[in-house]
Every structure is written in C-alpha cells, then in structure tokens.
C-alpha cells in the first residue's frame, strides 16, 4: 500500500509539472501576481524564487548570485516582477560580467556612468527606482523599454526573454502540491 501511495503521489507531481502553463512557453508572459496565486509570498518563506534566481545566475557565472535573496526581496518591497532586475542585468551587462571598474552598476544605469558603494546598494536604488516605473503604470519591458533604454528597439524584448527564462525554472506548481499534501 505504501508503495502504491509513493506511485501515485509521483504521478500527479509528475502531472503537474508536465502540464503546468509555466515550463517551456518562452513566449509567454507572465505577471508574477499570475505566478504567486496559490499563495502570497514574501522573500522570507521558504521560497522558490530564490533558489530559481541562484541557480539561474550561478549558470551565469554572475556576481550576483549571492544576492538572490535580496534581489527577491527588494522586488516584493518596491511591488515589482522579482525577475525584473535579473533580466535587466543580464541585458545590460551580461550579468555584471561587463561593468565599469568598481561600480556595481549591472542595470547600465544612467547610461553606465552610475557607481555603487556594493550591489546591495545598487539592488536598493534599481529596485526603488523601477517600483516607481510600475506605480507609474510600467509595468511590463515593453512599457518600461522607451523610457528606461530608448531609442532600443530590442530591449524589451531582450529583457522579456531572460524573464521567461527565469520564470521558466521556478516551479510554483511544487509549492502549492507541498502546501497541500
């Protein structure tokens, strides 16, 4: 019985995984209001984004993977998409992997002329500043883009398929099945 038990709880894991509307549609868009539904989520729960974002930036070799936690956390405190600043990073500056010398500054902010104390400096600024783009009514790379890299026409876009990429690693599905087991 309880290998029948253990068969069957792997089956509808495995279900909804297969059939959840997040992995593999990289021409999707989602909100993450849309991705969190099952539950509100703060960076303090033990939180799936967080691990998504590690991993995805340690695929990246990217300074910023110890800041996955704050990067998250910053998103929920300024109300923005907790993919936003990643994506935008890996735009601009391939992850921090071409930055000026010292400056944090992996967002090309203010053209790339902007130095940071650290990134946890720079996250605050970027995050602040983006929830202001959002309260604002931009809350999407294709809204934000004209304002935040203009004249580009490929920044959005750009932007929009790391987002996807990202997302496309966190499996909410896995949360609400452990929540309601």
């Not at 309880?2 to 992995?23: A, D, E, M, N």
């Not at 099952?38 to 695929?59: H, M, P, S, W, Y």
């Not at 934000?144 to 499996?171: C, E, H, Q």
């Amino acid at each position: 019985m309880r290998y029948l038990s253990t068969i069957i709880i792997g089956l509808i894991i495995f279900l909804f995984i297969r059939l959840s509307p997040v992995r593999g549609e990289d021409n999707v868009s989602y909100s993450s209001a849309q991705l969190l539904n099952t539950k509100t989520q703060t960076a303090t729960d033990k939180d799936e984004r967080i691990t998504a974002v590690r991993n995805f930036l340690k695929r990246y070799n990217s300074a910023l993977e110890p800041y996955s936690e704050l990067i998250v956390k910053k998103a929920d405190e300024h109300g923005i998409d907790w993919t936003l600043a990643v994506s935008i990073s890996g735009v601009e500056s391939t992850f921090c992997k071409r930055i000026p010398y010292n400056s944090f500054n992996c967002w090309g902010w203010e053209n790339g002329q902007s130095y940071f104390k650290g990134y946890t400096e720079a996250l605050e600024i970027v995050s602040k500043s983006l929830g202001r783009y959002y309260r604002k009514g931009l809350n999407t790379p294709e809204k934000i883009g004209p304002v935040y890299a203009p004249p580009s026409k490929t920044w959005a876009k750009n932007v929009r398929f790391f987002m996807n990429k990202l997302k496309a690693d966190y499996s909410p599905v896995l949360s609400f099945i452990t929540l309601n087991i």
